[in-house]
């Protein structure tokens, strides 16, 4: 066992220890060339070769098809909510966007693309506090829209879709778009649902500053005059993700985390499989204790917990800023590290990414016990 702290950041979150010690081992020299990966050309023989891997590796993980580019960009999924709608919203030349209101994150992606598109709220769970998603049996879809978003996990909220919506099913026959930012690679997708997926890779992947793009050959090829070429999908995928300097350093580091978890086992499986069932371990083990105790509480329905992000709160009287203050100064001072819940929901949150050992939460279970112990 390491003796480094367990950090439940949100994000930048925390990288397998195997990754970083790579990293720390190739910094000055990568592989005999004499640079740092920092140092190279994006566009030399040796960097190539690292972002050709990860590439690969990738596309292989996530069983990603033929027809799908993968795209190495930046701004963060953030900036994807711009550029989505200025690469999609004109497909049809109707400017129409359906957007799905689950969480924090989706208001948010629904508020940047009415810059660019006619945005319409297909649901809202906002007026019961996303605590719930809105069932896709609810949702007000229209057959012109140029694309469906939704935001599959919420980081803030701790709501995850644990299936992706079928919207040929729903009568719509415009492409989804996930913001998948927050449990990429915890889990495998069903592609042939999707039309464009894209996440930051501060959670799950790597360092701040690389953003992956999923998109479907189809939907290359129709951006707004105004939007930036660099932002252009069908620019960047001509162009091998080389257009513009892309983060060669966080390329490097997600394609050592790709390689960790190519060869991450857990019984039987490996890869993305092993990895899922992790987390519902690690998940299950830590809902079934707020679940039982008289102290904690997490406030989302059962059926939509996210298993990579865990809002989790005081009950009732024991919700003092005294005493969620006491719990944040413990929790350090047994190294685990970053359980503020964010700023506008408050509380505590826990984000076990990929990364999290079961370790981590048992380490955190205990401490919830202990806590409830001294002043339940």
């Not at 939509?304 to 005081?314: E, G």
């Amino acid at each position: 066992m390491s003796s480094r702290p367990f950090n439940f950041s949100a994000g930048p979150a925390a990288l397998p220890e195997a990754v970083l010690q790579q990293v720390a081992g190739e910094m000055l020299d990568w592989h005999g060339s004499g640079m740092s990966v920092m140092e190279m050309s994006h566009r030399g023989r040796e960097f190539t070769e690292i972002a050709e891997t990860a590439e690969r590796d990738l596309r292989e993980l996530l069983q990603v098809p033929s027809h799908f580019r993968i795209l190495f960009m930046q701004g963060g999924g953030l900036a994807e909510n711009a550029i989505v709608p200025m690469n999609l919203a004109g497909r049809q030349g109707l400017g129409k966007v359906d957007a799905v209101v689950s969480g924090s994150w989706s208001k948010k992606s629904a508020q940047e693309a009415r810059r660019y598109a006619d945005v319409q709220i297909a649901a809202d769970s906002g007026p019961g506090g996303y605590r719930s998603l809105p069932s896709p049996s609810s949702w007000q879809l229209r057959r012109d829209a140029a694309y469906v978003h939704i935001c599959s996990n919420e980081t803030i909220d701790g709501l995850e879709f644990h299936e992706l919506p079928d919207l040929l099913a729903l009568g719509s026959e415009a492409p989804l778009v996930v913001d998948c930012s927050s449990h990429v690679l915890s889990r495998t997708i069903d592609w042939s649902r999707v039309g464009l997926a894209f996440a930051g890779a501060q959670k799950n992947i790597g360092p701040a500053g690389l953003t992956l793009v999923f998109v479907r050959e189809d939907l290359l090829g129709h951006a707004m005059a105004i939007c930036p070429s660099a932002f252009d999908y069908k620019t960047v995928a001509e162009a091998n993700s080389m257009y513009n300097t892309p983060p060669t350093f966080g390329i490097y580091v997600a394609g050592l985390v790709f390689q960790w978890l190519k060869a991450f086992r857990h019984g039987e499986q490996s890869g993305v499989a092993a990895i899922e069932q992790r987390n519902i371990e690690k998940a299950a083990l830590l809902y079934a204790a707020l679940d039982a105790s008289s102290v904690f509480e997490t406030r989302v329905a059962a059926e939509c917990r996210s298993r990579m992000n865990v809002p989790f709160y005081l009950r009732g009287a024991y919700d003092t800023p005294q005493l969620n203050e006491s719990f944040l100064n413990g929790a350090k001072a047994r190294n685990l590290l970053q359980l503020k819940g964010h700023k506008s929901v408050g509380g505590m949150r826990a984000s076990i990414y990929n990364a999290m050992p079961l370790e981590g939460v048992q380490a955190l279970v205990a401490y919830l016990k202990d806590f409830e112990a001294q002043y339940g």
